[in-house]
């Protein structure tokens, strides 16, 4: 019974092709089903679900509630089951609900596979589609889902005694009420061959742009502002575009004339403009000319979701139609998306795959972590330096801090960190170096503001199933990481975990020990500080590794991938590239400074921004005031703050605004400091002073917002 049920999203309609004809589309529901002997004592259908992704807070988990469940009940009930047996079912729905995309013929198509496999059936996907017709009766959607591909569709006329439901009503959204209680009878058998379709050629040329905007339509509404009559003009009209539109479509090359007319309606699109703002306009202001590419738009099913057909220049048609969006002040993602050729598809696990089970099979490779360790060994090894030799593969790493330089013990000081969801824009840009950097840094960096010296470090990967060249790369940016902090990668954990991570997804996180030497003082040196000692900052290299559940918000909200040319960088590099950008490592700088006496305390400006980090720093009876027009604040700031109306405050402590680190100095070394500092090749400026902490102030001020940032 174990298997995996994916059913992809749906576009009905087309433009002209009202209830008529839909288009399968690369968004799948999946429906991961296995047995579940527990579930026999959860509830008397004997069923547990379990849910994921869109309208994941609303959609219910009772299996006389939830549609998918309660259709395959529908089906197992027509055939004499009345439960389930002993199932878990976990639903993936990356399908935005109420949104024009099919998510209720998905559920229904889901379901209906559902009662087949656990039930065991056995029934031909022509039957299927009676029993989604049964209870979706919109045969575009459903067809189009199940089969795949471009289908136009008819649905026969059902008498009134085949349209009775006992057990389930129609389904317009997800989730639906309950049928009520189980009568004991069994519910009406769908006729045969309720609806008709057939699949039309689809040109590979031409792709699907999605504009989602995000707010729901519910499908009665959007029926509900349609006239019960239409003039005999209005369906000459549609009716000779819909002609045209099924074979221009499947052309190759396209005809971007044709099929931009072909794609007008007068039967549904012109009433439904009082539930979309400005949805007429917005339809008019693309077309052919004005946007190379573009072949044709329309509304998406009974929408808001806008579907435009192009070959190329998807971004720039995208971007065109968020901003349309924008001026009724809607927010809009967009996906491209490509026609789902295969429909639903059910991989099942045969008894053979279910016998003689291994580590391999249950998802962990032993011999994928032989491999990685061959692959980092080289670069592992080249963080070597006095104390240790970063030989890997023992139960542990060594240091001899003698051999490092500390005769006498010296202060041990520890620290560990992670990368955060910075680690998410690796995934999507496959480039995983430098994310192993920014650990490292987020660890070192943490050290040297106590004045410690990095000597070891240790990371932690962890990932459902361990892809080497991933893992390998990872690897090589923690090295050189290490190298920029002279500091040796002594140890590691790879560990692979089925079911507790995403496919392609990874987590990790990292320590660093560092010692102090007795003769110096451990920072902050706060008996040390005074009024009048002045605040120097230190330059990032961008966002670092603070903020990116922000960044990926605005990214969305701005209508970009991080595929995109970044907005603020001249170079035209990806948005995605330009964000992972690693964490500047300032070790060896402020070390040495430390080490001659010029920082009486440092601050790593990470989560907290500066109104957060500069108070750990300082005495209670201090306040640091920073001065936000002193230093530059860098292109990606300006952009992320525009971009996401970002406000002055949580600017300040969402992000480091330019500064990753901030450092007290006497303003008598003011001049040595950044002389210093800046000959190691740092960014330095004067940003602002400690002055006297009155009661109730906080230890951090930053002025000159409005004029610095704005």
């Keep these: ?45 004997a069923c547990r679900i379990t849910y994921e992704g869109e309208g994941e807070e609303e959609v219910s988990l009772n299996p006389d509630v939830n549609l998918v469940t309660r259709v395959a009940l529908y089906v197992l009930k027509c055939h004499g089951q009345r439960k389930f047996p002993s199932t878990h079912v976990h639903i993936k729905n990356p399908i935005p609900l109420g949104r024009g995309l099919g998510s209720s013929g998905a559920a229904v198509v889901a ?38 591909g471009f289908v136009g569709t ?140 573009l072949l044709g738009i329309c509304l998406s099913g009974a929408g808001p979701t806008i579907l435009a057909l192009a070959t190329h220049n998807f971004e720039g048609i995208a971007n065109h139609l968020i901003e349309e969006f924008k001026k009724e002040n809607i927010t809009c993602i967009w996906k491209l998306l490509e026609p789902a050729e295969d ?60 051999a490092a330089g500390y005769k006498e013990a010296p202060i041990l000081v520890g620290a560990i960190d992670g990368i955060g969801t910075k680690v998410k824009i690796a ?61 040796t990668l002594v140890g590691g954990e790879t560990a692979e975990m089925p079911g507790l991570y995403s496919a392609g997804e990874y987590d990790a996180g990292g320590a660093a020990i560092g010692a102090l030497a007795r003769n110096q003082p451990i920072l902050p040196n706060t008996a040390s500080m005074a009024e009048g000692d002045v605040l120097i900052g230190l330059a990032s290299s961008g966002p670092h590794s603070n903020g990116f559940s922000l960044i990926r918000k605005i990214v969305e909200r701005a209508g970009l991938s991080f595929h995109s040319p970044a907005p603020w960088s001249e170079s035209g590099e990806p948005v995605g590239v330009a964000l992972l950008t690693p964490t500047r490592i300032y070790v060896r700088p402020l070390l040495a400074a430390a080490r001659q006496g010029l920082l ?28 936000a027009s002193a230093y530059p604040v860098p292109p990606v700031f300006r952009w992320l703050k525009q971009a996401g109306g970002v406000e002055d405050r949580e600017f300040s402590r969402a992000f480091n605004t330019g ?9 008598s070394k003011v001049a040595e400091a950044t002389k210093a500092l800046e000959e190691a090749g740092e960014k330095v400026f004067v940003v602002g002073e400690l002055v006297k902490r009155e009661e109730g102030q906080e230890g951090c001020e930053v002025k000159n917002m409005q004029q610095a940032w704005n």
């Design 154 to 293: 008819y649905l026969n006329e059902l008498d009134p005694a085949d349209m009775a439901r006992k057990e389930i009503p129609l389904a317009e959204v997800l989730p639906e009420p309950a049928g009520g209680v189980d009568t004991g009878l069994q519910p009406p058998y769908p006729p045969l061959n309720i609806g008709h379709y057939k699949k039309f050629k689809w040109a590979k040329e031409i792709k699907c742009i999605t504009i989602i905007p995000q707010f729901e339509v519910s499908t009665a509404k959007a029926r509900g502002v349609l006239p019960d009559k239409y003039s005999r003009a209005d369906m000459v009209f549609n009716l000779q575009r819909i002609a045209l539109l099924t074979t221009a479509l499947g052309e190759s090359p396209p005809d971007p004339g044709m099929i931009y007319e072909g794609m007008q309606d007068k039967v549904h699109q012109p009433y439904r403009k009082t539930l979309i703002p400005g949805l007429t306009e917005i339809l008019q202001s693309v077309t052919p000319k004005s946007h190379p590419g």
């Design 427 to 487: 995934f999507e840009m496959g480039k995983h170096d430098t994310v192993g950097i920014d650990l490292v840094a987020m660890n070192v960096n943490d050290l040297v503001v106590q004045g410690a010296e990095p000597l070891m470090f240790l990371d932690y990967y962890a990932c459902s199933k361990l892809d080497v060249d991933a893992a390998a790369a990872f690897v090589h940016g923690v090295a050189e990481g290490c190298k920029q902090s002279n500091c």
């Design 343 to 402: 429909g639903t598809t059910v991989t099942r696990e045969t008894p053979a795959q279910q016998e003689a089970m291994t580590y391999a099979s249950a998802g962990v490779s032993i011999d994928a972590g032989n491999e990685l360790v061959q692959r980092i060994k080289a670069s592992v090894k080249s963080t070597r330096r006095a104390g240790a030799d970063a030989d890997i593969g023992g139960f542990g790493g060594t240091f001899d801090l003698a």
């Design 659 to 667: 500064l990753g680190m901030v450092c007290v100095v006497d303003k």
């Design 1 to 45: 019974m174990a298997c995996v049920i994916k059913v992809p999203c749906s576009s009905a309609n087309i433009g002209p092709g009202f209830d008529v004809i839909g288009l399968a589309l690369s968004v799948y529901l999946e429906l991961h089903v296995k047995p579940d002997p527990s579930a026999e004592q959860l509830n008397s259908l």
């Design 600 to 627: 009486k305390g440092m601050a790593h400006i990470t989560g907290g921004g500066l109104l957060e980090n500069i108070p750990r720093m300082l005495p209670n009876h201090l306040q640091a005031v920073v001065d």
């Design 111 to 148: 379901g209906v596979n559902l009662g087949n496999e656990v039930g065991n059936l056995g029934l031909s996907k022509a039957r299927m589609l009676d029993y989604c017709l049964m209870i979706e009766r919109h045969p575009d959607n459903v067809a189009a889902a199940l089969y795949g």
